[in-house]
T-cell receptor
Framework: NAGVTQTPKFRVLKTGQSMTLLCAQD?????MYWYRQDPGMGLRLIHY???????AKGEVPDGYNVSRLKKQNFLLGLESAAPSQTSVYFC???????????FGQGTRLTVV | AQKITQTQPGMFVQEKEAVTLDCTYD???????LFWYKQPSSGEMIFLIY??????QNATEGRYSLNFQKARKSANLVISASQLGDSAMYFC???????????????FGTGTLLAVQP
């Protein structure tokens, strides 16, 4: 049972480049979340989804887009990367409320 | 708006002693859930304990207990008999609301870095 898988695990982008982070879960979870983790800031919610075909903005959505075309996948896109988007990105999923969320291993993204 | 506050950036504790990590929250909803996660230096997020707003008793999971004081909006994590392997970052989180509602956000505090000393 893989749980929550994020790809890639590491990436270096140049300013202005685009990329997509993929999150896949095999637990049939309804809820999925994307966070970024920065020193001293904790985990901040970027976007989330409460089911296939739905997305909603979190605390820091600017500069990111998401899609949930399939229940098991939640994609996070950066259309034009900026150095301020250098961070560790975590995906999480949850079966429903109030059960706990399961996290992926994280993606370390550096924008130069 | 929902908010989680962890006021202790870092804590030290002696091995085998108990330690309390503080967490306060702000929400206008009556039903919500509170979580604690551990993040060791390897980076993964490990779920520790959950408390629902309607739970009358404090949650416990092994050496972890959650001191839930609803009127004060606090949900402190107590680790008993600290071990060297408890050294990690600890995050308090809240899901609001937990039954129904359109948001179902899961938000986190800024974390407390715990160092257990031998």
């Amino acid at each position: 049972n893989a749980g929550v898988t994020q790809t890639p695990k590491f990436r270096v982008l140049k300013t202005g480049q685009s990329m997509t982070l993929l999150c896949a879960q095999d637990m049939n979870h309804e809820y999925m979340y994307w966070y970024r983790q920065d020193p001293g800031m904790g985990l901040r919610l970027i976007h989330y989804s409460v089911g296939e075909g739905t997305t909603a903005k979190g605390e820091v959505p600017d500069g990111y887009n998401v899609s949930r075309l399939k229940k098991q996948n939640f994609l996070l896109g950066l259309e034009s990367a900026a150095p301020s988007q250098t961070s560790v990105y975590f995906c999480a999923s949850s079966y429903g409320v109030p059960l706990e969320a399961f996290f992926g291993q994280g993606t370390r993204l550096t924008v130069v | 708006a929902q908010k989680i506050t962890q006021t202790q950036p870092g804590m030290f504790v002696q091995e085998k002693e108990a330690v309390t990590l503080d967490c306060t929250y702000d929400t206008s909803d009556q039903s919500y859930g509170l979580f604690w996660y551990k993040q060791p230096s390897s980076g993964e997020m490990i779920f520790l304990i959950y408390q629902g707003s309607y739970d009358e008793q404090n949650a416990t999971e092994g050496r972890y207990s959650l001191n839930f004081q609803k009127a004060r909006k606090s949900a402190n994590l107590v680790i008993s008999a600290s071990q060297l392997g408890d050294s990690a970052m600890y995050f308090c989180a809240m899901r609001d609301p937990i039954y129904g509602g359109a948001t179902n956000k899961l938000i986190f505090g800024t974390g407390t870095l715990l160092a257990v000393q031998p």
